[in-house]
């Protein structure tokens, strides 16, 4: 910091971007093409989430990542009020809500379009994507 | 036959520092302030501490505890990684440790800046156990226990008909014990309709559904249970005590039943040590981080049966002169947040008698539990065994 504070305006506020790991990179580079690629178990073909090195069914070290459905159902929500994080203060209050999605895992995204006051346990969303820098698309959800 | 841990080991010191918002000391120095007052209160000397459990992470590592403390033989040093879970876990450490014999006294402390210091958000995305939540959940926005927890919270209202007026009796009992315990940060009354109003953090939790962020050091010391007789204060002894792992313990979305805790595994264990069930228990200090999950901890150690959390907390039944008095200090929603080290040396001074206006009468058994990082749990039973 080697401007004095108060001689410039406050600096935008950044969104905090995920650091994918090895086992994690497929996840997101399939966020970015426009697809949920789940990873799987190459031996027994059981779905994990999120993506880690060892099958604990069967304890295989091999996997793959198959592209998902994108549709699911609503498990739970939160509607945030107060931000924890000054990058999602201009966007207070949003949903957040964790869908069953139809491969067996839960994704934990933002729920647009909908009040809070709507929302039942059961409800079928689907998984859309938001590009929000050259690298990274995350995920929310629509009422399908 | 008896568990091999039944009793071996004893809870003989506790000290705490004041509990404010706003300090000028270190999280450290607050540990330290608080390890002096426990051995004082033991009747101890600093040199009896041959095993040390610092808060991880907190600000102190065993290397402190010898250079301020002048430990001539420390024997033993932990961490236990368990966010609000670790301070009851590490008692279950630390009988160990006693009761075969490899430490005499074994101090287990907690300093917190959480006012004065980094914010929960903050701190938490720097934990290796939230590195799950950081990757994929801080990015789409949730940061923080009150946001993650009530996902939960929201579940258990849409299954089971758990209300905000539920969340509101806890907070306001836990206020009415807070106020007859000198060393509170929330002193003041709290009525139902201010929790109602109170601003929205994370729905369904508002404000005074929130644990505090405070400042301040708790500590105590484990020691032989034949050795803590000959101790300054009536004997408290360990009855049972454990820690539990909920399944997808990193991951709260993952978990197949989100509104399992590491507790339910904890308290089958703790309760088959102790010898002894809920119906023997007199005064309950339960892990407080929020007020649901005060409710859910209630119901999985089988106070009530799932779902029936809300109507249970009714009726005076939780509060002094109830079925059930608990958190009889003010818990970490109005007494102060020392990750619940609180609860257990607020127990420890029921079975004691020294618990002042908040004494339950004739208490000889109680419960404390821990609860954090996602869902992990813990849990202690001790009994007056003076």
């Given at each position: 910091?080697?401007?004095?504070?108060?001689?410039?305006?406050?600096?935008?506020?950044?969104r905090p971007m995920p650091t994918?790991?090895?086992?994690?990179?497929?996840?997101?580079?399939?966020?970015?093409?426009?697809?949920?690629?789940?990873?799987?178990?190459?031996?027994?073909?059981?779905?994990?989430h999120y993506?880690?090195?060892?099958?604990?069914?069967?304890?295989?070290?091999?996997?793959?990542?198959?592209?998902?459905?994108?549709?699911?159902?609503l498990h739970t929500w939160t509607v945030c009020h107060h931000p924890f994080n000054f990058f999602f203060k201009?966007q207070a209050p949003y949903i957040v809500a964790l869908v069953?999605?139809?491969?067996?895992?839960r994704i934990n995204a933002p729920l647009r379009?909908?009040?809070a006051?709507?929302?039942?346990?059961?409800?079928?969303?689907?998984?859309?994507?938001e590009?929000v820098?050259?690298?990274?698309?995350l995920p929310y959800f629509?009422?399908? | 036959?008896?568990?091999?841990?039944?009793?071996?080991?004893?809870?003989?010191?506790?000290?705490?520092?004041?509990?404010?918002?706003?300090?000028?000391?270190?999280?450290?120095?607050?540990?330290?302030?608080?390890?002096?007052?426990?051995?004082?209160?033991?009747?101890?000397?600093?040199?009896?501490?041959?095993?040390?459990?610092?808060?991880?992470?907190?600000?102190?590592?065993?290397?402190?505890?010898?250079?301020?403390?002048?430990?001539?033989?420390?024997?033993?040093?932990?961490?236990?990684?368990?966010g609000?879970?670790?301070?009851?876990?590490?008692?279950?450490?630390?009988?160990?440790?006693?009761?075969?014999?490899?430490?005499?006294?074994?101090?287990?402390?907690?300093?917190?800046?959480?006012?004065?210091?980094?914010r929960v958000s903050t701190r938490l995305q720097q934990f290796?156990q939230f590195a799950l939540a950081a990757e994929f959940e801080a990015p789409i926005g949730l940061f923080a226990p009150a946001q993650l927890y009530a996902q939960g919270a929201r579940r258990?209202?849409?299954?089971?008909?758990?209300?905000?007026?539920?969340?509101?009796?806890?907070?306001?009992?836990?206020?009415?014990?807070?106020?007859?315990?000198?060393?509170?940060?929330?002193?003041?009354?709290?009525?139902?309709?201010?929790?109602?109003?109170?601003?929205m953090i994370s729905d369904p939790f508002?404000?005074?559904?929130c644990?505090?962020?405070?400042?301040?050091?708790?500590?105590?010391?484990?020691?032989?249970?034949?050795?803590?007789?000959?101790?300054?204060?009536?004997?408290?002894?360990?009855?049972?005590?454990?820690?539990?792992?909920?399944?997808s313990?990193a991951s709260i979305a993952q978990r197949?039943?989100l509104?399992?805790?590491?507790?339910?595994?904890?308290?089958?264990?703790?309760?088959?040590?102790?010898?002894?069930?809920?119906?023997?228990?007199?005064?309950?200090?339960?892990?407080?981080c929020f007020?649901?999950?005060?409710?859910?901890?209630?119901?999985?150690?089988?106070?009530?049966?799932?779902?029936?959390?809300?109507?249970?907390?009714?009726?005076?039944?939780?509060?002094?002169?109830?079925?059930?008095?608990?958190?009889?200090?003010?818990?970490?929603?109005?007494?102060?947040?020392?990750?619940?080290?609180?609860?257990?040396?607020?127990?420890?001074?029921?079975?004691?008698?020294?618990?002042?206006?908040?004494?339950?009468?004739?208490?000889?058994?109680?419960?404390?539990?821990?609860?954090g990082d996602m869902g992990?749990?813990?849990?202690?039973?001790?009994?007056?065994?003076?």
């Amino acid at each position: 910091m080697s401007t004095a504070p108060g001689l410039q305006p406050a600096p935008v506020p950044e969104r905090p971007m995920p650091t994918p790991t090895r086992e994690s990179q497929p996840y997101w580079d399939g966020l970015r093409d426009g697809k949920l690629m789940l990873q799987h178990c190459a031996s027994c073909g059981k779905v994990r989430h999120y993506p880690r090195p060892v099958c604990p069914d069967c304890f295989s070290m091999e996997s793959e990542f198959k592209a998902a459905p994108l549709t699911g159902k609503l498990h739970t929500w939160t509607v945030c009020h107060h931000p924890f994080n000054f990058f999602f203060k201009a966007q207070a209050p949003y949903i957040v809500a964790l869908v069953d999605m139809e491969a067996g895992v839960r994704i934990n995204a933002p729920l647009r379009g909908v009040d809070a006051s709507q929302l039942k346990i059961g409800q079928p969303v689907t998984l859309q994507f938001e590009p929000v820098s050259k690298d990274v698309t995350l995920p929310y959800f629509a009422i399908a | 036959m008896a568990h091999a841990l039944r009793e071996k080991a004893a809870v003989s010191g506790i000290g705490e520092t004041a509990y404010t918002r706003g300090t000028t000391k270190s999280g450290l120095a607050l540990q330290l302030e608080a390890s002096l007052k426990a051995i004082e209160d033991a009747g101890l000397k600093p040199a009896d501490i041959d095993g040390v459990v610092p808060y991880f992470p907190g600000g102190g590592i065993a290397e402190d505890f010898i250079a301020n403390l002048g430990l001539p033989d420390l024997t033993l040093s932990l961490f236990v990684p368990m966010g609000g879970a670790t301070c009851v876990a590490a008692m279950q450490s630390a009988a160990m440790a006693v009761a075969t014999g490899v430490c005499k006294n074994v101090l287990i402390s907690v300093g917190r800046t959480g006012y004065s210091g980094a914010r929960v958000s903050t701190r938490l995305q720097q934990f290796p156990q939230f590195a799950l939540a950081a990757e994929f959940e801080a990015p789409i926005g949730l940061f923080a226990p009150a946001q993650l927890y009530a996902q939960g919270a929201r579940r258990h209202m849409e299954l089971y008909g758990t209300t905000a007026r539920h969340f509101a009796e806890i907070a306001v009992t836990t206020r009415q014990h807070a106020i007859l315990n000198g060393n509170v940060v929330m002193n003041k009354p709290l009525t139902v309709e201010e929790h109602h109003a109170s601003r929205m953090i994370s729905d369904p939790f508002r404000l005074f559904d929130c644990s505090l962020e405070s400042d301040g050091g708790a500590a105590i010391i484990i020691s032989a249970a034949d050795r803590a007789k000959d101790l300054k204060k009536p004997l408290v002894t360990i009855m049972g005590v454990a820690e539990g792992h909920p399944e997808s313990p990193a991951s709260i979305a993952q978990r197949p039943d989100l509104l399992d805790f590491g507790l339910s595994k904890a308290a089958k264990r703790g309760y088959a040590m102790a010898g002894v069930g809920p119906k023997d228990i007199d005064v309950a200090e339960i892990y407080d981080c929020f007020t649901f999950t005060v409710l859910r901890q209630l119901e999985i150690l089988g106070f009530c049966r799932t779902g029936e959390g809300g109507p249970f907390v009714m009726d005076g039944r939780i509060g002094l002169g109830g079925d059930l008095p608990i958190n009889t200090h003010g818990g970490l929603l109005s007494q102060g947040h020392v990750v619940g080290l609180n609860h257990v040396i607020e127990l420890t001074r029921q079975l004691r008698r020294e618990a002042g206006k908040a004494q339950v009468k004739d208490a000889e058994v109680g419960l404390v539990t821990g609860y954090g990082d996602m869902g992990d749990g813990s849990l202690a039973i001790l009994r007056r065994a003076a």
